[in-house]
């Protein structure tokens, strides 16, 4: 059963990339702009899930500093959006996020103790590694605007280094 | 002249040039004291190592979007959440110095060392 459900989230996580066969290269930065926040917003659900469920406390500190790092991001996206006069167009991609997330939150959910937590930190790298893979060689190299593509890369260097700490917490939690 | 009053004489005339060693030796420390910056940049502390002595000050300041902190690893002292931007100032102590690293990603580390 667990090896059932840690693959289907792994899978789940995954399907980012194979989502990118519906064309993520060729959105806009607008659009581009709205799938980073959609991805933000769903790390930033998964680490209140964490916080609700796991007792353990490297689980917890790792959570809480997801929520610290994609709201930063989050509210300097905004920020420069509101400064350029634009806003995040929605569109199929970050819809097919958001249902994606929606499956591994119900199946995350039913997990507890160290299944929970192990189920998490596994989804987390596996979720960085997806979404670092498409900002670095999809969205960053087709981004138009400079200060959105700053914006961006600055967001890359800080989710490479939630990247790495969750590959870390995957290993001690073996 | 009392033995009392010799007494509280020669009191008084050992402890001015105490007095006075102490005011110097505290005037030197205040005269060499340094202000160190330490920026936090793409999750790193700018410089890693900071040569210090007790009385120095440290200021940290945070130039990522990530918020950071500054941390001793023995728990002595913390700057506390320093958001894109924000500084926090502290003047060093002896129990100060040893290594320290952000609470928030704890790969970032740095040392604080006498010099």
């Known amino acids: 059963m667990k090896a059932i459900i840690l693959t289907a989230l792994i899978a789940a996580a995954a399907s980012l990339g194979e989502a990118q066969a519906s064309g993520p290269s060729e959105l806009n930065d607008l659009e581009i702009a709205h799938v980073a926040y959609t991805a933000d917003n769903i790390d930033i659900r998964y680490a209140h899930l964490a916080l609700a469920i796991s007792q353990n406390p490297e689980i917890r500190t790792f959570a809480q500093t997801m929520i610290r790092d994609h709201e930063a991001v989050n509210e300097a996206a905004l920020a420069l959006l509101d400064k350029l006069g634009a806003q995040a167009q929605d569109n199929d991609f970050s819809q097919t996020l958001n249902q994606n997330a929606e499956l591994i939150i119900n199946d995350l959910a039913k997990l507890r103790a160290e299944e929970f937590d192990m189920a998490y930190a596994t989804n987390e790298l596996a979720y960085h590694k997806a979404v670092n893979d498409l900002v670095e060689n999809t969205f960053i190299p087709s981004i138009d605007n400079d200060e959105v593509k700053a914006l961006f890369q600055q967001g890359l260097e800080i989710f490479k280094v939630h990247e790495g700490h969750a590959e870390t917490m995957v290993s001690s939690l073996k | ?115």
């Open chain 2, 1 to 115: 002249m009392t033995s009392v009053s010799r007494r509280r004489f020669l009191t008084n005339a050992m402890a001015l040039p105490i007095a006075l060693a102490v005011f110097s030796r505290q005037g030197r420390a205040h005269e060499s004291s340094k202000l160190h910056e330490v920026d936090i940049a793409n999750f790193a502390f700018v410089p890693e190592t900071v040569s210090v002595h007790p009385g120095d000050r440290i200021v940290w300041t945070n130039r990522d979007l990530s918020p950071h902190t500054a941390t001793s690893e023995n728990g002595d002292w913390d700057t506390g959440e320093l958001e894109q931007g924000q500084s926090a100032e502290l003047t060093v102590t002896e129990g100060m110095v040893g290594p320290f690293f952000c609470t928030f990603h704890p790969n970032m580390k740095g040392q604080l060392v006498l010099s």
